[in-house]
């Protein structure tokens, strides 16, 4: 078996350079007012760019496992960014993006299989487990980068709105993803330092995880308990609840709305 493995292991798929040259067309769209529907326009940017986010915080676990010792992580495709590799692509891409268009949630997928019995120690066990929320962290900066910088001049409105709304999801999705729930990855980070006998415990509910969050973002308290933390860190990061909910006001383009959010057209 090739140590390193063979070149194609790593390069960079076409199905994600694909979905990379949506957003990037999409994101021109929405920045010029070309579109003819801005609302088209920012649904089609955010939900590309979302779905490059997921691709990236894939990566960013099986790029960690490689280094912590998986060796595997090539051959199954992991480092390719092509996100049909992942071994459950409904939960790692499909259900995120309908959580999404269903409620503007950005909802973590579980997705790469580490073989974890090939790595040594807990700090690296746990480190893999954080690299994928923390790849959202970085997002969420960069998004928010023309707003805490206040340099959004020339910024035109739709473009602002759009980067608020995704910035929105990015930071939604490492919150959750960082919950210390069996099957997210927050659980993930601190399990290697659990006893045996509560991680033997534990093991079954992953499966769980997920749908019991989600179940429980329902419950009116919790859901403005969780929303009210993302918007104080939105805040934090220089975007006002005003321009996440213009963004995910035009994004939901095919919902009928007060044209409160409406954005002049070039």
């Known amino acids: 078996m090739g140590h390193q493995g063979g070149r194609g292991e790593r390069q960079i798929s076409s199905v994600f350079l694909g979905i990379f040259a949506i ?16 609302g088209l326009a920012v649904f089609l940017f955010v939900t590309s760019a979302w ?23 090539g051959a199954k495709g992991y480092l390719t960014l092509n996100p049909l590799k992942y071994t459950h692509a409904l939960l790692s891409i499909v259900l ?9 949630i950005g909802l973590p997928g579980g ?4 073989e974890r019995g090939r790595i040594q120690g ?56 960082f919950l210390p729930v069996p099957g997210l ?8 330092w659990l006893s045996y006998r509560v991680r033997r415990e534990m ?34 990061l220089g975007v006002s609840d005003l321009e996440t909910y213009c963004g995910r006001d035009l994004y939901s383009f095919w919902r009928d709305t007060d044209g409160f959010c409406a954005v002049p057209q070039d």
């Open 122 to 177: 807990r700090w690296k066990h746990s480190l893999i487990s954080a690299a994928g929320p923390l790849t959202n962290v970085a997002f969420a900066v960069v998004c928010t980068a023309p707003f805490w910088l206040d340099a959004l001049d020339g910024v035109p409105l739709a473009f602002r709105y759009a980067l608020a709304f995704l910035a929105m999801l990015q930071v939604s999705a490492a919150i959750l993803n």
């Open 23 to 38: 957003m990037a067309v999409t994101g021109w769209a929405v920045w010029t007012g070309y579109a003819a529907s801005p």
């Open 203 to 236: 093991e079954p509910l992953a499966q769980f995880g997920l749908l019991a969050v989600f179940a429980l973002l329902w419950i009116p308290g919790v859901n403005a308990f969780f929303f009210g933390a993302v918007d104080g860190l939105m805040s934090a």
């Open 96 to 104: 995120p993006v309908i959580f999404v268009i269903l409620g503007g």
């Open 185 to 192: 990855d927050g659980y993930g980070v601190i399990e290697p």
């Open 111 to 114: 997705a790469v299989f580490i």
């Open 51 to 73: 779905i490059v986010s997921l691709c990236l915080h894939e990566y960013a676990h099986a790029r960690t496992a490689l280094h912590g010792g998986d060796l595997t992580v």
